[in-house]
């Protein structure tokens, strides 16, 4: 399994300002992903992000309010913009070896916003 | 549409109180059936992965079923150690590594 850290593992943030996300991974993988998990759900996933190209998007999530950078095998950024309450979760990235199998998740960035 | 559901939604044991959860699926061809568990602040922690029906797999307290419609994560005389928010997730589809996630299973074991 990978060892994952996210950069910040909380923050407070004004509404219309925008928060970016780390995550690093402690060796090369080839798949990344990013989730959201709102207070007292479960886990959804907001996008794939692609190393070298831009990142999939699932269903209900965009490019403009979600970017996501990918500039290696061991890194990923995910931005939250033009932040609002409804933005307040809890923002994982996970990762995987393969396009098989199962992911291995960070800690998490508790976001809340006011 | 791919769905997921888990029951129940807590749980509550006596220690050593063995009981079983309950993860349903619907999807278009299975791939694969994870289960995590979740503490409070923290991110979901991989315990078992399950691929076709009939397989089993132990850890611990915990041993985990599938069949072609649902898997069952077994405790056995648990812990409150064992208290967390029990997580399954699918794989399915011909391609991708996208999972979709149950609402989870919230077990609380008293001492």
């Known amino acids: 399994s990978a060892v994952i850290s996210q950069k910040p593992s909380r923050d407070i943030c004004q509404r219309g300002t925008s928060l970016t996300i780390q995550c690093q991974v402690d060796s090369q993988v080839t798949m990344m992903f990013w989730y959201r998990q709102q207070p007292g759900q479960s886990l959804t996933l907001i996008a794939t992000?692609?190393?070298?190209?831009?990142?999939?998007?699932e269903s209900g999530f965009v490019i403009d309010k979600f970017p996501i950078s990918r500039p290696n095998l061991t890194f990923s950024t995910l931005t939250v913009s033009n932040m609002s309450p409804e933005d307040s979760s809890i923002y994982l990235c996970?990762?995987?070896?393969?396009?098989?199998?199962?992911?291995?998740f960070g800690p998490g960035t508790r976001l809340t916003v006011t | 549409e791919d769905q997921v559901t888990q029951s129940p939604e807590a749980l509550r044991l006596q220690e050593g109180e063995s009981s079983s959860l309950n993860c349903s699926y619907t999807?278009?061809?299975?791939?694969?059936l994870f289960w995590y568990r979740q503490d409070p602040g923290k991110g979901p922690e991989f315990l078992f992965t399950?691929?076709?029906a009939g397989e089993e797999k132990e850890k611990e307290r915990l041993k985990a079923t599938l069949t072609k419609k649902e898997s069952f994560l077994h405790i056995t005389a648990p812990k409150p150690e064992d208290s967390a928010t029990y997580l399954c997730?699918?794989?399915?589809?011909?391609?991708?590594?996208?999972?979709?996630f149950g609402p989870g299973t919230r077990l609380s074991v008293l001492p």
């Open positions: 999807v278009s061809g299975l791939r694969g």
């Open positions: 399950l691929y076709s």
């Open positions: 992000a692609n190393q070298g190209s831009e990142a999939t998007y």
């Open positions: 997730a699918v794989q399915a589809g011909n391609y991708g590594q996208n999972f979709v």
């Open positions: 996970s990762v995987a070896t393969s396009g098989e199998g199962e992911q291995y």
